[in-house]
């Protein structure tokens, strides 16, 4: 009868497990690293963001991406050390509540569901116009951009329902061909010479600081949002305590080395006293100009086709990350509970897929029906609101990752728990302040909008809080280690026999 008991509990204790956890060991090191540079987008960000940061640093513009690069790897020391001791797929509303508190945790739950929300509304937008005009100029034909903007919805939301592995092949293809073209381009430079010759003046410390740095670095910042992504997958990764910190590591650094080396060929390629200019004079041809110069028509044209897929890779991610947001939530009961169980079969969180890409649908639907551009309002002002709230998680994330490590001095060195997350995380707060004061050139608007946008953190956090008061929410300090349950399990099994 004793064994008997043992065996119904051990079996419930199994059909609880499977419904509210992920895939254990379905990705490994190099898959969370397509997911988080996918949500980087070297090559969109290249072509958006990388004539701003030239006209702000002139020059100077790859020591931007140098700094903002180093500041993050120095975060990423202490990141990686707590992501040994916790895996949740809750992300950084787990990872706050570990170092800072429950209410902490609450908060930081409320502004990561509204910056990753805001994030891929604005590159849906992105995306829509950029394939709408491929459509017109290369096909021949219009497309609506509402209509790329709610059929990508839907296939994105489609992809991120079914098990993880079929996102993970679906970005390393994408993302291999976009860094790819980035290198031969960086090379094609290189070996011709530019157009004054190999130099690294645009590292030249005298020349980083100047009164328009703040913008150029806050612009360099933005296009490495999402590399925390890593800590959301280790519930799914093999061997997390070792495949997060790594992906982090080869994440961070090849997210800088991508950019910082693009934005030097882009420097010699106009040449370091024309570059500014050239930005000023004519941003939207800023990259496309030199990549035809160095590789021929056909480059540019291809490199059109390539930001297309880089969007979608980006969706992609960004979805992925939204949805074990949600799946965590809900099985803490934070969110309804519903929400916190896996599909039966593809072991993906599944209905929180199914809830944020209703949610992102309807949102973008009522944009629609307002009438307003896609680009210079949905586009600018969401990823400038994504871009703020992402980088107030990574600040709350360093002052956690002190906190919690504190207490395991023995375990962490010094330089993992305090030096390097106290330098970078100090860098990140100065980022998030160059954010706060700069919201009206981060979105291109001025007036009544660069307040009120800003002003809906101060709401999620309310929310935050409110949900957790009011609802029976279950302590996000929770490891899910998939390892760690398995042997927990073989543990009860023992003492119940």
Not at 206 to 235: K, N, R
Not at 251 to 275: F, H, K, P, Q, R
Not at 306 to 318: H, I, K, N
């Amino acid at each position: 009868m004793k064994t008997s008991s043992a065996t119904s509990a051990r079996s419930a204790r199994q059909t609880s497990a499977v419904s509210t956890q992920l895939q254990a060991g379905s990705i490994g090191t190099a898959g969370i690293v397509f997911f988080v540079v996918a949500a980087a987008a070297p090559l969109a960000a290249t072509l958006g963001a990388g004539p701003v940061v030239f006209m702000f640093a002139g020059p100077a513009a790859p020591a931007m991406y140098l700094i903002a690069a180093l500041a993050l790897l120095l975060f990423a020391f202490g990141f990686s050390a707590m992501s040994k001791f916790v895996t949740n797929a809750g992300g950084f509303a787990a990872f706050v509540s570990w170092g800072m508190g429950r209410w902490a945790g609450y908060a930081a739950a409320g502004i990561a569901l509204l910056a990753y929300l805001a994030m891929f509304m604005g590159i849906s937008a992105q995306f829509a116009t950029f394939t709408s005009d491929l459509f017109d100029r290369f096909l021949g034909f219009h497309v609506p951009w509402q209509a790329t903007l709610l059929v990508g919805v839907v296939v994105i939301g489609l992809l991120a329902y079914r098990d993880i592995r079929v996102s993970t092949v679906l970005l390393g293809i994408m993302l291999v061909l976009e860094v790819l073209f980035l290198l031969v381009f960086d090379f094609a430079v290189l070996v011709q010479g530019g157009a004054e010759g190999i130099n690294a003046a645009s590292f030249n410390p005298a020349d980083i600081f100047s009164p328009t740095t703040g913008l150029a670095l806050l612009f360099a910042f933005a296009c490495f949002v999402g590399f925390e992504a890593t800590i959301l997958y280790g519930e799914e990764a093999r061997e997390p305590k070792k495949s997060v910190p790594r992906a982090t590591y080869i994440a961070v650094i090849v997210i800088g080395v991508a950019y910082t080396l693009t934005m030097w060929a882009l420097a010699l390629a106009y040449g370091v006293n024309d570059v500014q200019d050239a930005a000023l004079a004519d941003p939207v041809n800023f990259v496309l100009a030199p990549v035809t110069d160095y590789l021929g028509g056909w480059a540019a044209a291809v490199m059109e086709l390539l930001v297309v897929t880089s969007l979608l890779a980006v969706l992609l991610s960004f979805h992925n990350a939204i949805n074990r947001y949600v799946f965590s939530l809900g099985r803490s009961g934070f969110l309804p509970k519903s929400l916190g169980h896996s599909h039966a079969r593809h072991h993906s969180p599944s209905r929180a897929s199914v809830l944020v890409t209703i949610t992102i649908a309807i949102l973008l639907v009522l944009f629609i029906l307002t009438g307003q551009d896609p680009f210079a309002v949905l586009y600018m002002w969401m990823i400038g609101l994504g871009t703020l709230g992402l980088l107030l998680l990574q600040a709350a994330g360093a002052a956690a990752v002190i906190v919690f490590l504190r207490r395991r001095s023995a375990e962490v060195n010094l330089w993992a728990r305090l030096v390097a997350p106290l330098i970078g995380g100090a860098m990140l707060v100065v980022a998030v302040v160059l954010a706060v004061t700069n919201f009206s050139a981060l979105i291109d608007t001025e007036g009544v909008v660069s307040v009120i946008l800003p002003g809906l953190y101060l709401v999620a956090i309310s929310a935050g809080l409110l949900i957790g008061a009011l609802r029976p929410v279950e302590d996000l300090r929770t490891e899910h280690d998939p390892e760690a349950a398995d042997v927990a399990l073989s543990e009860a099994s023992k003492s119940d026999s």
